[in-house]
């Protein structure tokens, strides 16, 4: 009853519907991720899929409207969590469909795709990264009764990324 939102696992399929894995092992979201989940745990990576999730419909004046700069599924995911706790079922509910021409999705990459996207990283990265998380933490402290652990846990996430920028 205090859950804020659930969201699940899901299976991968490929295009010709060709089982593929799991959702959560492709994106690192482990067991231990899993047990204790909370807003923190979302700072770093984004696990929640939005075609898994659901929320209580109460909550849907703080999420909108979505600011342009994120991507729906993380800026719900980190407003809820702010709020109430989330809860992770690790049964795979739905089926996700991987295709190239999706936006976000959950391929295993090799040491060289991680090389070349670590390679792409630029101050720019970070700027865009600072913009967005100070725009969570607007939203955050514009509520009348602000979540002081989630605006902490911002706080410590625009500093390391002021400090990843510089370095």
Do not use: M
């Not at 980190?78 to 709020?83: G, W």
């Amino acid at each position: 009853p205090e859950a804020a939102f659930v969201f699940s696992d899901a299976e991968l399929i490929d295009e010709q519907n060709r089982p593929g894995g799991r959702l959560w092992l492709a994106v690192g979201f482990s067991r231990r991720s899993q047990r204790r989940f909370r807003f923190e745990t979302l700072l770093p990576r984004n696990f929640v899929t939005g075609a898994t999730l659901a929320f209580r419909a109460a909550y849907r004046p703080r999420i909108l409207p979505i600011p342009r700069e994120w991507h729906h599924d993380a800026w719900i995911a980190l407003v809820l969590a702010s709020l109430a706790p989330g809860v992770p079922i690790a049964e795979a509910l739905i089926q996700y469909r991987q295709h190239a021409g999706q936006q976000i999705g959950a391929r295993t990459r090799s040491l060289r795709d991680e090389y070349a996207a670590a390679s792409r990283v630029t101050i720019a990265t970070f700027d865009r990264l600072i913009v967005q998380f100070e725009e969570l933490r607007s939203r955050l402290q514009s509520w009348d009764e602000p979540p002081g652990s989630a605006l902490a846990a911002l706080d410590g996430k625009l500093a390391h990324l002021a400090h990843r920028r510089h370095l």
